[in-house]
């Protein structure tokens, strides 16, 4: 059976810092950090929704943090401002290495897939922006289980979704808390180590493969024996 791959979008495929140049207009020298924890309370606020059975799309959870971040860093935007950079946010660039490594990927037959806390909508635009949406077979997304990741049931979604097994499917994500979740679903992982400062969750789950980049991935994958 061909391997399927589920690639994690944001912060994976899709660099989430994109917004820099827009935000270093807005707020000067905190641009950085505004980005990150802009980021950083979107996975919150999403880790907490799902917990609390209190769903609302991943839009609103992004929107949402945008507004915490602007009180945190007392850099109050206009409506137009934050518009504009949730605009931006939707049409934000892939990493470089992502077409090459994908077309890679697929010109030895793995099966692609994009999965994500996105809804499927999104997702289109964000990838047909990017210039890879047409390397994916299709995308997953969360949205119909009104959950996120790590929920398990989204990983058994995606393997429903992709007609695969645990036995033949792996995640692609930079995300430790995807990877460990993946794992603990009955997947197999590959951590995409994007930051030689990341830090992969000391928990005793570790990812099945290590990369740096995509480009890595084919090289890593051939070395597993892995059927595709």
């Not at 979008?9 to 660099?15: C, E, F, K, M, N």
């Not at 470089?96 to 897939?113: H, I």
């Not at 398990?152 to 990877?179: C, I, K």
Request: charged fraction near 20%; include cysteine.
């Amino acid at each position: 059976m061909q391997t399927t791959l589920a690639f994690d979008v944001y912060g994976t495929l899709i660099d989430t810092h994109g917004v820099l140049t827009a935000l270093t207009d807005l707020v000067g020298d905190k641009a950085h950090a505004f980005s990150q924890t802009w980021r950083d309370k979107q996975l919150e606020y999403s880790f907490r929704r799902g917990l609390m059975q209190n769903y609302a799309p991943f839009a609103v959870c992004t929107s949402q943090a945008l507004d915490y971040t602007c009180e945190f860093y007392k850099t109050p935007l206009t409506p137009a401002q934050k518009n504009d950079l949730l605009g931006i946010y939707r049409e934000l660039p892939a990493f470089e290495d992502v077409e090459e490594g994908l077309l890679a990927l697929q010109g030895v037959g793995f099966r692609l897939f994009a999965f994500s806390n996105g809804e499927v909508a999104a997702l289109e635009k964000l990838l047909s922006t990017a210039n890879i949406r047409e390397l994916f077979l299709d995308l997953v997304s969360v949205d119909p289980l009104k959950s996120f990741k790590p929920n398990p049931a989204v990983y058994a979604h995606f393997l429903r979704q992709s007609q695969a097994t645990g036995e033949n499917a792996w995640l692609v994500s930079s995300n430790p808390f995807d990877v460990i979740g993946s794992i603990s679903a009955g997947m197999k992982a590959a951590w995409v180590k994007r930051s030689a400062d990341a830090v992969f969750d000391p928990w005793g789950i570790e990812p099945t493969i290590t990369v740096s980049n995509l480009l890595q991935l084919k090289e890593e994958l051939r070395k597993q024996s892995i059927p595709h």
